[in-house]
C-alpha cells in the first residue's frame, strides 16, 4: 500500500461509491493482500463482481469497519 494508492482512494470518496482492490484496503488500512485473503476466505467486507472486476461499495467497508472494531475494555 502505497501514498498513490491512498490518494486514488481519496478521490474516489469524492467520485465514485466504488472501490478496487487496493483502493479499498488503502481505504480500511490493510494490505490488498490481505484484503484479498479474507475475501476468499468469506470474512471480508461485501464486495461485488462487475464482470471480471472485484469492487467494494465506500458504505460496506464503513460498515465491515465498524462491526469489526475493538470494543472497549471497561474496569
Known amino acids: 500500500m502505497d501514498s ?13 461509491p466504488f ?13 490488498g493482500r490481505s484484503l484479498k485473503r479474507l475475501r476468499v476466505r468469506g470474512e ?4 461485488r463482481r462487475h464482470c471480471r472486476f472485484v469492487q467494494y461499495h465506500i458504505d460496506d467497508l464503513d460498515a465491515w469497519s465498524r462491526e469489526h472494531s475493538a470494543k472497549g475494555i471497561r474496569s
Do not use: E, H, M
Not at 498513490?4 to 465514485?16: E, W
Not at 471480508?44 to 464486495?47: A, D, L, N, Q, T
Open 4 to 16: 498513490d494508492d491512498i490518494d486514488r482512494a481519496t478521490r474516489a470518496r469524492r467520485g465514485s
Open 19 to 31: 472501490l478496487n482492490t487496493d483502493q479499498a484496503a488503502a481505504y480500511l488500512g490493510l494490505s
Open 44 to 47: 471480508g467486507p461485501v464486495f
